[in-house]
Nanobody, 127 residues
Framework: QVQLVESGGGLVQAGGSLRLSCAAS????????MGWFRQAPGKEREFVGT???????????YYTDSVKGRFTISRDNAKNTLYLQMSSLKPEDTAVYYC?????????????????WGQGTQVTVSS
């Protein structure tokens, strides 16, 4: 069974930076597409970013419009870890952030396409 564990959340001032990590179990991490989603109080789960099993600049990486230019998704297959580097944080970025894995390896912006989910990590951005 694949397990995903997020870490790195916390409290940060607006304009600051934070790096989230998602550690994955198993030997098949490199074949998964991975994604970050978030859910704020009173709102539905929202897509943040995704990275394909095979990706390069200009292909296989996608972000929601509200985080483009501020967030960077990356992966280190040797460490079985997915990252989300967040910069220029805004109060509206406050949410529980979840990582997810898709066995097909193809990036997707739709949560229903993912097969595995972590438990989430809280990010709070103060004004």
């Amino acid at each position: 069974q694949v397990q995903l564990v997020e870490s790195g959340g916390g409290l940060v001032q607006a304009g600051g930076s934070l790096r989230l990590s998602c550690a994955a179990s198993g030997r098949t991490f490199s074949s998964y597409a991975m994604g970050w989603f978030r859910q704020a109080p009173g709102k539905e789960r929202e897509f943040v970013g995704t990275i394909a099993a095979t990706s390069w600049i200009g292909y296989g990486i996608y972000y929601t419009d509200s985080v483009k230019g501020r967030f960077t998704i990356s992966r280190d297959n040797a460490k079985n870890t997915l990252y989300l580097q967040m910069s220029s944080l805004k109060p509206e970025d406050t949410a529980v952030y979840y990582c997810a894995g898709r066995a097909s390896g193809t990036a997707s912006t739709t949560g229903r396409d993912y097969d595995y989910w972590g438990q989430g990590t809280q990010v709070t951005v103060s004004s």
